[in-house]
């Protein structure tokens, strides 16, 4: 069992930064390709990036492109969301969630959230003046 919780989430102003951390346990991430996704209120969750189990691949949303990282260091089973020149269009719940994908042969996909088997609670983004 996989058990994914994801910290860093707050408030911020438009043209801020904020980090996101998904720390793992039970499982070493080695296998999975992990992805974040967000769910504003009243819509659907979204996928924001992913990146594949051994970090070779990445894929972002258009909307974030440019201006997110996602990155991962499975030594420490955690993986990353630096998101900068944030907008208020970025407020949201931000979900963690691990997809067994193992080697970045396999990359990873944004759009298909059933793929993602693991998923943490959410930390909620919110990007206001």
């Known amino acids: 069992q996989l058990l994914l919780v994801e910290s860093g989430g707050g408030l911020v102003q438009p043209g801020g930064s904020l980090s996101l951390s998904c720390a793992a346990s039970?499982?070493?991430?080695?296998?999975?390709?992990m992805g974040w996704f967000r769910q504003a209120p009243g819509k659907e969750r979204e996928g924001v990036s992913c990146?594949?189990?051994?970090?070779?691949?990445?894929n972002f949303a258009d909307s974030v492109r440019g201006r997110f990282t996602i990155s991962r260091d499975n030594a420490k089973n955690t993986v990353y969301l630096q998101m900068n020149n944030l907008k208020p269009e970025d407020t949201a719940i931000y979900y963690c969630?691990?997809?067994?994908?193992?080697?970045?042969?396999?990359?990873?996909?944004?759009?298909?959230?059933?793929?993602?088997?693991?998923w943490g609670q959410g930390s909620q983004v919110t990007v206001s003046s």
């Open positions: 969630a691990a997809d067994l994908r193992p080697g970045d042969g396999l990359g990873c996909t944004v759009e298909l959230e059933g793929s993602y088997s693991y």
């Open positions: 039970g499982a070493t991430l080695d296998y999975f390709a």
């Open positions: 990146i594949s189990s051994s970090g070779g691949r990445t």
